[in-house]
């Protein structure tokens, strides 16, 4: 650290406080252009997750069984994460472990 304090010390000694100023104007200029690449990032993480909440597809009630009661609307997909129920008799998802819309 001592090194690391003289060696710093030393440059702006030799080169003065416009050298100084030259690398802190580098170092903002770098933290901005972070920052900039950083919210891009979160703009388009927050786009893709947008696009892939997928709509709740229900069946159609199904007809009437022979004691005429009629089975209630089901999901296809999760409402949480999108996936597609592996089955029809799936009560919760494989992928997050939600309830299952209508079960």
């Not at 690398?23 to 893709?48: M, W």
Request: hydrophobic fraction near 40%.
């Amino acid at each position: 650290l001592w090194s690391t304090l003289n060696t710093f010390f030393t440059k702006v000694s030799e080169r003065g406080l416009p050298w100084l100023q030259q690398v802190q104007a580098a170092q903002l200029a770098q933290q901005a252009a972070l920052e900039a690449a950083l919210a891009s990032e979160n703009a388009k993480d927050k786009a893709s997750s947008e696009a892939a909440e997928a709509p709740t597809a229900t069946r159609p009630p199904a007809a009437a069984d022979e004691n005429g009661a009629v089975s209630s609307r089901v999901a296809l997909f999760c409402s949480q994460c999108g996936d597609k129920f592996a089955n029809d008799s799936a009560r919760f998802c494989s992928q997050c472990g939600a309830k299952r819309d209508g079960s």
